[in-house]
Antibody, heavy 119, light 107 residues
Framework: QVQLQQWGAGLLKPSETLSLTCAVY????????WRWIRQAPGKGLEWIGE???????NYNPSLKSRVTISVDTSKNQFSLKLSSVTASDTAVYYC?????????????WGQGTVVIVSS | DIQMTQSPSTLSASVGDRVTITCRAS??????LAWYQQKPGKAPNLLIY???SLESGVPSRFSGSGSGTEFTLTISSLQPDDFATYYC?????????FGQGTKLEIK
């Protein structure tokens, strides 16, 4: 059974860079798309972007200029960096994996990381 | 980008009721649509994929239908555990946008 465990700094100041990592246990890294999704307090879900095992990425255009998603297959981990954060980036950030190899909706989710941006 | 519009935003219903939530896409997404249930403080749980396929372990009272631009999620007989927020998501083309959510409340 695949498990995703995520971690990263939870309190940032405006203009800093958000950095989160998600480790994958119990499943091969290859063939899947690895996603980041966030949810602002009291709001809906926002798709941030994704990466596959070979490093091919797709980003939400609304965040593309500030987002970098990378993968470390040797550690079965993938990471999110979001630069120049503001209060509007305050959210719970989730990592996730599709239900099957290739194009598929997120089925397995990390526990979520609360990130607060405040001066 | 493809926009996803859910209706209603809030739905009040009673245990045993049959309820339907609608999701409309701004352009055709074939059947590349998923439905999720989310409870407070928890990650979303995948219920339906490819518009009508029930995810393993999800009760059969949940069903999905539709193709193209209009989709529905139906709960045939509401159970106490079903009161939550529901989201649709298209995964036909990037970015994989979610609907704004439907909060299902106890009447």
């Amino acid at each position: 059974q695949v498990q995703l465990q995520q971690w990263g700094a939870g309190l940032l100041k405006p203009s800093e860079t958000l950095s989160l990592t998600c480790a994958v246990y119990g499943e091969s890294f290859s063939g899947y798309y690895w996603r980041w999704i966030r949810q602002a307090p009291g709001k809906g879900l926002e798709w941030i972007g994704e990466i596959n095992h070979s490093g091919s990425t797709n980003y939400n255009p609304s965040l593309k200029s500030r987002v970098t998603i990378s993968v470390d297959t040797s550690k079965n981990q993938f990471s999110l960096k979001l630069s120049s954060v503001t209060a509007s980036d305050t959210a719970v950030y989730y990592c996730a994996r599709g239900r099957t190899v290739g194009i598929s909706p997120p089925r397995y989710w990390g526990q979520g990381t609360v990130v607060i941006v405040s001066s | 980008d493809i926009q996803m519009t859910q209706s209603p935003s809030t739905l009040s219903a009673s245990v045993g009721d049959r309820v339907t939530i609608t999701c409309r896409a701004s352009q055709s997404i074939s059947n590349w649509l998923a439905w999720y249930q989310q409870k407070p403080g928890k990650a979303p749980n995948l219920l339906i994929y490819q518009a009508s396929s029930l995810e393993s372990g999800v009760p059969s009272r949940f069903s999905g239908s539709g193709s193209g631009t209009e989709f529905t999620l139906t709960i045939s007989s509401l159970q106490p555990d079903d009161f939550a927020t529901y989201y649709c998501q298209q995964y036909n083309s990037h970015p994989y946008i979610f609907g704004q959510g439907t909060k299902l409340e106890i009447k």
